[in-house]
């Protein structure tokens, strides 16, 4: 099949002369969205279908994150060209920048690896996560579809898997939950595989220690290496797969850097094409039918023509205000997120002028943040470590401080109109400071000055004066923290059942007993770190059905378009059912979505 049309030629066969007014229409919504982005050469409604002509190909993909890439590379071994477009000057979206965990279960790495699991036992697990919030038949599709999509990438990327032995499902107590777990994490990558490309990788949210190589699993023990034999032995493993990736001249890569590049490369390999630093303006459509993008490219705005259809991985609204004020709770912004700040939203927005529905779009893959001076620090195993609590501004606890983060600002964000829990206080001693390892400082050492500038870190040597920096009452404060020293003296939380779920223990202290997530808080000084509502992303967004295609509100298609990951209302509805819930869907609705357009070529 073709690749392209030459892309300076014009696009003289899509005048509106004697068009339908569906057609006109289509091209009108283009124009105006073009013209309210202020592109040059854009002045009425009939400009979309008069703009250069950027190529054309059975397949255009918006968004060159885990669900875009995925969606490119299976579209180009079904045998149809294919474009990627991204907005940014860097390739990965919000999958580089993470940890990468993949929630895929029945997975092939899982099954090699001897975990228990089966069709029958996944599909009891995330009915009961996901409840009635989204369709049993996107359920299937996702279950059905992704241990194939493992299978596909690794026989088409460089892309190979470990299981992160031990992370738990986050709720497997329910029927079907693991508590050994599911998920997987890419294997370690050497960036050269990519060559001159690897510069226009997205970095990671936060960078592995120089001269170190660090898989996700590893974090949990690196935590606790100053107190912990088997802590100090990854560290040490971690160091010598970095000496032998330096001695090999390897540049090697982890998480989701690993991820990307790898997707990257089956790319490359395939001949898809990436267009960087051209951002989405809006769709294309004729009588109806998705058929093109209308793209920003050097400046100048151009069509990008699809035969056979448009997939929509995008990204969330993470950083629109506009966006999350309208849909979302309050307090809300975009300086608590740590998503790819390219994600505003544009492919929403564009799938919601070409009619689709929209869902979730008040909820996010949400986590307790702290809001670091430099950027949002997502806490997972900070509040988890025994010898932490969080309490409200009334200097009361509230929550389950083990519990999946999603559940934590959940209970933040319905408690808060009648309960002070935003901003909320993790209350720590040194202590815990002495033994564990907090964002990337070692045990003991100072926190840098900005922290405590910022107001989001204080230090006193009494809780009362602990209290009062943070202004809430000292003896609310004084009376939670002894209660919680007596819970955490018997291992038994009554309060709030911190130490009964297995998920509770996996960011915890095996050496702390009788419960390795409880310890009290007794040596000063005393520290309080500012709790607020961060997030992953947005997971609200386009209505898709099990086929990854858009709907409108009355549950038709919208013919030609497609989406999958963040651009797309979740899978997981407003749960989460364990690590790499948004990065495993985004993939599978990804590979769904090109087989679907695929198919339907060539019937």
Known sequence: MSTSADPARRIGSISTAGASRRRVLGATGAGLALAAAGLPGVGGPADAADLPLLGTYDVVVIGSGAAGMTAALTAAKQGLSCVVVEKAATFGGSAARSGAGIWIPNNPVILAAGVPDTPAKAAAYLAAVVGPDVSADRQRAFLGHGPAMISFVMANSPLRFRWMEGYSDYYPELSGGLPNGRSIEPDQLDGNILGTELAHLNPSYMAVPAGMVVFSADYKWLTLSAVSVKGLAV????????????????????????????????????????????PLTDLYREDGTVTGAVVARGGSAGLVRARHGVVVGSGGFEHNAAMRDQYQRRPIG?????????????????????????????????????????????????????????VNAAGARFVNEAAPYSDVVHTMYERNPTAPDIPAWLIVDQNYRNRYLFKDIAPTLAFPGSWYDSGAAHKAWTLDALAGRIGMPAAALRATVNRFNSLALSGDDTDFRRGDSTYDHY?????????????????????????????????????TDARARVLR?????????????????????HSYAGAGSTIGPAMTFGYIAALDIAAAAGS
């Not at 040596?523 to 770190?529: D, E, I, S």
């Open 235 to 278: 560290a040490a493993e971690c160091l010598a797969r970095g000496t032998k990736a330096a001695l090999l001249g390897q540049k090697p890569l982890t998480m989701g850097q690993s991820l990307a590049a790898g997707l990257r490369a089956g790319l490359l390999a395939a001949q898809v094409p990436v267009w960087l630093n051209t």
């Open 334 to 390: 975009t300086g608590w997120t740590v998503g790819a700040k390219e994600n505003t939203g544009d492919g929403i927005r564009a799938g919601e002028r070409a009619g689709a529905a929209l869902d979730l779009m008040d909820d996010a893959w949400w986590g307790p943040a702290i809001p670091l001076p430099e950027q949002p620090y997502f806490c997972l195993a900070e509040r988890t470590l025994p010898g932490g609590l969080l």
């Open 507 to 543: 960011y915890s202290d095996p050496a702390i007993v009788p419960n390795s997530s409880l310890a009290p808080l007794w040596l000063a000084p005393y520290y309080a770190f500012k709790i607020v509502p961060g997030d992953l992303g947005t997971k609200g967004g386009m209505r």
């Open 553 to 573: 509100a009355d549950g038709s298609v919208i013919p030609g378009l497609y989406a999958a990951g963040n651009a797309s209302a979740a899978v997981m509805g």
